[in-house]
Structure formats: C-alpha cells, structure tokens
C-alpha cells in the first residue's frame, strides 16, 4: 500500500503514538461497523497518550466517539486537575487528597517558621 507523506511523518515524528490507519479496507470496516470501538481501543491502551487516526474522513463517525473520549478527558480535568501526578494517576481522587494534604502540612510549617523568626525578630523576607 502506498504511504502518503503526512503518514510517514506522523509515524516517525509520534512512534509512541496509538494509530489507527483507515486507509488499510479491514481496518475502515472494522471502524466504520462500530465507531464506538474506537473507545475500546484507546480505553486498552492507557500507556498511550497520543491517539492518530490517519483518514477519519474515511469514518465520519469516528468523530462523535472521539469526541465522548475528549469530554471523559476535559471531566476529569475539571474534576482533579491537571497536575500531571494527580491527572495521570490509578486513583486520582486519593492521590489529590495526599497531595493537598501534604501541600498544606509544608505551607503550615513554612508560616511556622516565618511566624518564629518575626517573634524571635529575625528578618522575614527571605530572598531567593
């Protein structure tokens, strides 16, 4: 089968990609019989955070599926955050929690200290 350019270059350019070439007839059919298994697909392979299709004209559909998997994302997002440690973890809900947690225990024991050293009179701001 004869490769286009841009295909090449996004192969090349992304190998850690997962992609999808609707230009393979097995490949098309597969997709075009049921869109939604593209949700499948990205669902199984968590490890890979670049999703290519390469000719979705081929399976308009394909974009409404996409499109489900977009808002899980932007969800989740607006739900944790994008902090790469929390946005990528197992259990984000729990790792926020330890996160905050800790952040607030060193912003307290930081204003501690910035509290001790003006009672004791040393000098507050520091330079960095």
């Given amino acids: 089968m004869l490769q286009c350019p841009h295909s090449e270059f996004l192969k090349s350019n992304f190998p850690e990609a997962l992609y999808i070439d609707l230009l393979k007839p097995d490949i098309q059919r597969k997709y075009q019989a ?21 000719e979705i004209q081929k399976v308009p559909e394909l974009l409404s599926a996409i499109h489900s998997l977009i808002e899980a994302n932007f969800n989740q997002a607006l739900k944790f955050g994008l ?9 984000p809900a729990s790792t926020l929690e330890t996160y905050i947690a800790l952040y607030i ?24």
């Fill in 34 to 54: 049921r869109p939604e298994t593209i949700i499948e697909v990205v669902e199984a392979n968590p490890d890979r955070e670049l999703l290519i299709v390469d």
């Fill in 105 to 128: 225990q060193e912003e307290v024991q930081h204003t501690e200290t910035i509290s001790l050293n003006f009672i004791s009179g040393a000098p507050v701001v520091e330079l960095k």
């Fill in 83 to 91: 902090l790469p440690i929390v946005y990528l973890a197992d259990d």
